[in-house]
């Protein structure tokens, strides 16, 4: 099929998969790779033939190129940025433009990790920051934690609005209630605040609740030019618009630490799909933290700032509460093999194709979401990555 267009071309996910999650025992990360490619392949109806692009980041020397020969592909076009858990709505950003602009045809993005499986093997250990060269040199000497730049977040948000660890526990509740319909969710027992407010400290006002699980797992998502999608197995779910930002590296060259990057990723992709946030459906954002959920809520626009404690109460982020969020139960409920962001777009993808099962939302005509957000975080706030899906195009 030729890729000479005269236009930019129309960008459409036409396949996701889960690899196995959670507690997974034997395969590689390689392997996780490959399942979920085979199956996103499958879900696709596409042959592996169209696959002309590649994108990968976060494992091997030569990411993406070490993935893509255990895949068995020959791509022409690839991605290796890595933004933390941002790289996935950056990297769909950067394949979508390349599909328009006719540079690529079909794009795949893969992740894979056995990040739970290492730490108990004793292959590695948990992460305690980034490293200490660079500018990092001047954090990591006095103990400043990966959880300690979030936590330090999180406590001038409540010093500046009057957030409560209350309003911040709702988050974690709200994504177990909605990990307990979806049977691939790592943990479906339901908590309460009071559960999360008595848990052992990690960092203040963090508690375990308040963080992210750690699991293993995989995921995986086809991209393809439009005239592909009459030979889709499913219907396509199109990419209406996306946007990135990069905001800081180290905590001194933050500005304000109410204000993540998403403030800019976000509105950058609402103005390029043409919508707006009160449109949005259902939203998948990062939240490796309960903060993240909070804040990257508010920067999105679906809040004023510094009201996101008041958003998030009563039940509002459950699956049928007034605006569902992270319907899979998230990475605190439902898996986090690390770099998070892939399993958003899965998530948003499915919701609109309404193949969910027990955790899909309805609209009040009983029809799937219309449209999605998946606005992925990076780093401590580092850096976003937004994209914009919806049904019609």
């Known amino acids: 099929?030729?890729?000479?267009?005269?236009?930019?071309?129309?960008?459409?996910?036409?396949?996701?998969?889960?690899?196995?999650?959670?507690?997974?025992?034997?395969?590689?990360?390689y392997a996780l790779h490959a399942q979920a490619a085979r199956r996103a392949l499958a879900d696709s109806g596409l042959d592996r033939s169209v696959v002309d692009g590649f994108a990968s980041a976060g494992l091997g020397a030569l990411a993406p190129a070490e993935v893509a020969e255990y895949l068995g592909l020959r791509p022409r076009w690839v991605d290796s940025t890595a933004v933390g858990g941002a790289t996935w709505?950056?990297?769909?950003?950067?394949?979508?433009?390349?599909?328009?602009?006719?540079?690529?045809?079909?794009?795949?993005?893969?992740?894979?990790?056995?990040?739970r499986s290492d730490v108990r093997a004793g292959r590695r250990t948990s992460n305690l920051s980034f490293g200490a060269r660079g500018?990092?040199?001047?954090?990591?000497?006095?103990?400043?934690?990966?959880?300690?730049?979030?936590?330090?977040?999180?406590?001038?948000?409540?010093?500046?609005?009057?957030?409560?660890?209350?309003?911040?526990?709702?988050?974690?509740?709200?994504?177990?209630?909605?990990?307990s319909r979806n049977p691939d969710a790592m943990f479906r027992d339901p908590i309460t605040v009071d559960e999360v407010l008595a848990g052992p400290l990690i960092a203040d006002p963090f508690t375990k609740l308040h963080c992210c699980i750690r699991s293993d797992g995989g995921c995986a998502v086809l991209l393809a030019a439009e005239e592909y999608v009459r030979d889709t197995a499913k219907p396509p779910v199109?990419?209406?618009?996306?946007?990135?930002?990069?905001?800081?590296?180290?905590?001194?060259?933050?500005?304000?630490?109410?204000?993540?990057?998403?403030?800019?990723?976000?509105?950058?992709?609402?103005?390029?799909?043409?919508?707006?946030?009160?449109?949005?459906?259902?939203?998948?954002?990062?939240?490796?933290?309960?903060?993240?959920?909070?804040?990257?809520?508010?920067?999105?626009?679906?809040?004023?700032?510094?009201?996101?404690?008041?958003?998030?109460?009563?039940?509002?982020?459950?699956?049928?509460?007034?605006?569902?969020?992270?319907?899979d139960g998230g990475g605190l409920s439902a898996c986090h093999p690390g770099m998070?962001?892939?399993?958003?777009?899965?998530?948003?993808?499915?919701?609109?194709?309404?193949e969910a099962g027990?955790?899909?939302?309805?609209?009040?005509?009983?029809?799937?979401?219309?449209?999605?957000?998946?606005?992925?975080t990076g780093g401590w706030f580092c850096s976003a990555g937004t994209v914009v899906l919806g049904r019609n195009h």
């Open 1 to 29: 099929m030729a890729t000479t267009v005269r236009g930019p071309r129309k960008v459409a996910v036409v396949g996701t998969a889960l690899s196995d999650c959670g507690r997974i025992e034997g395969p590689t990360p």
């Open 89 to 115: 709505e950056v990297m769909a950003a950067h394949a979508s433009d390349a599909i328009a602009a006719g540079h690529a045809d079909a794009v795949l993005l893969a992740y894979g990790s056995t990040a």
């Open 135 to 179: 500018p990092l040199q001047f954090e990591v000497p006095y103990g400043h934690t990966l959880v300690a730049k979030y936590a330090m977040a999180a406590r001038r948000h409540m010093h500046e609005y009057g957030t409560t660890a209350e309003q911040l526990a709702e988050v974690a509740v709200q994504a177990r209630a909605n990990a």
């Open 238 to 327: 199109w990419v209406l618009g996306t946007g990135e930002h990069v905001s800081h590296s180290t905590m001194s060259e933050w500005e304000d630490f109410t204000v993540s990057p998403a403030a800019v990723s976000g509105r950058l992709a609402f103005e390029r799909a043409g919508v707006r946030p009160q449109d949005i459906d259902i939203a998948e954002v990062y939240d490796a933290f309960t903060y993240m959920t909070l804040v990257t809520l508010e920067d999105l626009g679906f809040c004023a700032k510094g009201e996101g404690g008041a958003f998030v109460e009563k039940g509002r982020l459950q699956l049928d509460g007034a605006f569902p969020v992270n319907t």
């Open 340 to 354: 998070r962001g892939l399993f958003l777009l899965v998530e948003a993808a499915r919701q609109l194709r309404g």
């Open 358 to 376: 027990g955790h899909q939302v309805f609209r009040r005509d009983g029809s799937p979401p219309e449209l999605a957000v998946a606005s992925g």
